[in-house]
């Protein structure tokens, strides 16, 4: 399995993100209960979000996020993806 950093940065349209979030919330929840998405959420700024994803590879994580309601409604001007190999922390020691 690998673990991916993927930052989403946020259209200018925040009544459609808006609309759309709750969907999306939604989603990443389910791939959450799946052991899929490790952690999510918002910026303080609300500009962006980090989600940290464990997948097979990147394909998979490609896939997810083409099933990510926010994907089909454009509310997300760039979907940064960085593989990430973490070393320390709490979700090491599970």
């Known amino acids: 399995m690998a673990r991916f950093a993927v ?3 946020f259209g200018p349209d925040t009544e459609k993100r ?5 969907a999306h919330r939604e989603h990443i929840a389910s791939l959450a209960e799946k052991g899929e998405v490790l952690g999510a959420g918002p910026y303080a700024d609300d500009t962006g979000a980090l989600i940290i994803y464990e997948v097979a590879d990147e394909a998979a994580l490609k896939e997810l996020i083409a099933a990510d309601p926010y994907t089909p409604a454009n ?6 993806i960085r593989e990430w190999t973490p070393v320390l922390g709490a979700w090491l020691n599970g």
């Open 18 to 22: 808006l609309g759309v979030r709750p």
């Open 7 to 9: 930052e989403l940065v």
């Open 75 to 80: 509310v997300v001007t760039e979907w940064k």
